[in-house]
Each structure stands twice: as C-alpha cells, then as structure tokens.
C-alpha cells in the first residue's frame, strides 16, 4: 500500500474513466458523480462479490428487490420522520451550514474561521421529500429511501412464506438510497445518491448475541478476502449515544481514509424493533410461527448494511501503488482479479493490419467470459503502464512471431513478469490465474 491523497485519488478516478462529477458541462452538482466505464465495472463487481457471499454461496439468505418509493406509513411505522435527524448549525458571520457532530471544532466556522458565531443546532430531517401525483399536499407526501432495510420488513411475510424459510435466515438487498446531507463530501463517500448493500438476518431472540458476533467477523474476512490491507481495516463499536434508535448494539467496520479512519460498513443489532413497529401500524401480524415449539414471536435482526460507492473507494484507494522502475514511476492498482474492471487487455505490438486482425480475433473470444479491452495506441510501454495504472491484470501481446508460432506473450501486472502462452491454451491459462 502506498499512501494516497484524496486529490491523487479523485484525480486518478477522473483522468481514467472511474468517476466524472455530475451534471459538469453546467458545473457540476455537489456531492453527485457519474460512474464512467471502469467505474461502472468496478462499482458493478464490488457488488457482484457481495451478492456472491451474501446469497449465492449460501444457503439461508435470499434475495429482494424492493420499491425506492414507498408509503409514507413506512417510515412513519419505523421512526425515519421523527428521528432520521443530524444537528445542523449555521454561521451567523458567513451562513454556512454545518452538521455539528462532524465539525473539527464546534466552537470554529471552517469556512471565515470566526469562533462563537453558530446558531443554536436544530434537528434536520435527512430524507428527500416529494409528491406522488398532481397535487403538492401533505396527503401525497412521500420520501426517497433513506435505507434499503424498510422494504425487507414490509416484504418479511412476503419472502418467509414464498421461499418457506426457517429461521435463522437473511434477506438480502441492493439498491439506491437518498439522505439529504447537511455536509457530504470527501469526493465519493458521503454523497446525497448512493447505493447501499444490506441484509436483514432474522434469528431467535435469545440467539442474536451469537449471530452478532458471526457477522461481524463474517463481514471483516470479505474486505480480507478481496485483497484490503488488515492494517487499515477495524471493528469499532459505538458508543451509547451513537446508536440509532432502533439498534441495541452497533459496531463499524472502518477503513483508514487519506483523512483518517471512517465508516465503511455498519453491523447492527436491531432487536425486533422493525417488525414490531411495522406490526403496529400497518394491523398485520408480522410474528413468526415456530411449529416445533408451537409458539409465536418477532425474531431479531443482525443488519450488516454497506455502502456499494465508498466499499468501492476504498478498494479503489488501497489499491494504489508506486514503485519507481527503470528511473520512472510506476503507477498501479493492485486490484484484486475480481474486483478489477477489465480482467485482460489485449494489445497489438504494432497497428499493422497482419497483427490488428488476430489480435480483434483473440479478442472476441476472450470478452466471451470477461470485460477486456483491445488496446492498439501509443507504444507498447506506455500501453503497459496504462493498463496498471487501471489494474488491469494480465496484458496479453500479439507480436510478429505470433504469426508464426501461434502463441501470444502475457504480461503480468503486479510481477510483471512474461510467460509465452500458446493461443490454444490461453483461456485455460487465463481461466487457473483468474478463477
């Protein structure tokens, strides 16, 4: 790992195609970006991965798709437009706005530096209202989603008694949310859009201590397991008054930002105050019946809840890496294989006819089983370091012997060390380094 500024970072996303801020040719709308085409593929995997270890390897998560746009009941039943709130202040001197709990100084305005000039805080509701319908009027209210979880315990009934689970079991959700944030910031980690990676795990009450812990640990080995450095990952447990209002215990798994350590994922026990709540107000009996025992209850809830855009920044910057090689700086994103946008680039040694046209051929066949990209320009050197700077990992050349010996050289991005492959068995080359 090589430390990393947020410019470096923001910087690199930008010159490359990851990230493009929203709206730029009006310039720009804050705290909103665009994903380009090796930030769509990066984003798309990070999330591809957390399904695969969420619902596809097992057996006792399944999966929803539920509306951004639900009845306002719901998030009256489960407490969003009462308490969904952050302490907002304003700078009497210069009008900035604030939200308290994230000032350095909460006696000091950031932007004129005047001190003692806040208001007193006032609680802000962070959801995005609007109307359902022609008429703008409190009976056609309703919110953007704040978080994914609330359309998982209005559909609890729904999932348990169609796919005829038992506890303990998950169900598991991606999708878009909206929080109307008083400060976002730090390029793409608070953002007012974004999209969030959450599970619901219903279990027996007396068994949430122990499934508490297994996701926590659960949650911690996934960042591992795609390649994140231990040293810049931790558990933290809130403190008494960080809990939300539905959570019982809360710990975060964070990540050691350029500005310091911050939130990547939350894990939360969230007790059976949702389905009680949703129970209440809507009049439908949300307990679950256990036959063997005879007897009705609201299970608990372990909630892991990531966010897909910052889970995605931090691969992004642990990541990066600079090595001088030959008296030059090399730049590389030591992606992991399965995180990394294009899986192969394949590139021509020279734009002559005699080598573009087997390199378009091996080409087509390899997008058959990944993202890769057909690179023809500038040298061959610079196309390499191009290609580690987006982390691509294996860089597969078609040179002028190729056209006699029918093998391509593979390129290496972290070694970058050389193996001459034979055509016919480069896709099972590729397929044992890949997986």
């Not at 315990?153 to 303990?168: A, M, W």
């Not at 946008?341 to 005699?354: Q, R």
């Amino acid at each position: 790992m090589t430390d990393v500024t947020l410019d470096t970072i923001s910087n690199l996303a930008r010159k490359r195609g990851f990230v493009f801020p929203a709206s730029e040719i009006y310039g720009g709308l804050r705290s909103a970006y665009d994903y380009g085409p090796l930030g769509v593929e990066l984003l798309r995997n990070v999330k591809d991965e957390w399904w695969r270890s969420m619902v596809q390897e097992r057996g006792d998560v399944v999966g929803l798709d539920s509306a951004i746009l639900q009845a306002r009941e719901v998030w009256q039943a489960s407490g969003h437009e009462e308490v969904f709130t952050d302490p907002l202040v304003e700078c009497r001197e210069c009008n900035s706005r604030f939200r308290l709990d994230k000032l350095d100084d909460p006696n000091q305005c950031p932007t004129c530096g005047k001190r003692d000039t806040f208001t007193d805080p006032q609680q802000f509701n962070l959801m995005f209202r609007t109307h359902m319908g022609p008429v703008d009027s409190d009976d056609n209210l309703i919110y953007l989603r704040p978080e994914t979880a609330q359309g998982i315990f209005t559909n609890f009934e729904n999932v348990r008694r169609t796919s005829r689970l038992k506890l303990p079991f998950g169900i598991a959700q991606l999708g878009k949310s909206f929080r109307n944030e008083i400060t976002p910031g730090q390029f793409v980690f608070r953002t007012r859009e974004f999209e969030q990676m959450e599970m619901e795990f219903f279990c027996r009450p007396e068994e949430s201590p122990e499934w508490f812990q297994y996701w926590q640990e659960e949650r911690f080995q996934w960042y591992l397991d795609l390649g994140m450095t231990e040293s810049s990952l931790r558990i933290r447990p809130h403190d008494e008054d960080e809990l939300s209002h539905y959570s019982s215990e809360t710990v975060d798994v964070e990540y050691l930002f350029p500005w310091g350590w911050d939130e990547l994922e939350g894990i939360a026990n969230r007790t059976d105050f949702d389905l009680r709540q949703h129970s209440e107000h809507s009049g439908e009996d949300l307990r679950y019946f256990d036959q063997e025992a005879n007897e009705k209850f609201f299970p608990h809830v372990i909630e892991p809840a990531a966010g897909a855009n910052r889970t995605t920044f931090a691969f992004l910057i642990d990541a990066y890496y600079e090595e001088t090689v030959n008296d030059e700086i090399r730049t590389v994103l030591k992606l992991h294989h399965r995180l990394a946008p294009y899986k192969v680039a394949v590139l021509p040694l020279s734009k002559k006819a005699e080598l573009i046209e087997p390199a378009e051929k091996l080409a087509a066949e390899l997008r058959k089983r990944w993202i890769i990209e057909l690179d023809v320009t500038q040298s061959i050197g610079r196309r390499y370091r191009r290609q580690d700077e987006i982390g691509t990992p294996f860089c597969v050349t078609v040179d002028f012997d190729s056209l006699d010996d029918g093998a391509v050289t593979v390129r290496d991005r972290d070694t970058m060390s050389q193996d001459r492959i034979s055509m016919e068995g480069l896709i099972g080359y590729l397929d044992q380094k890949l997986g």
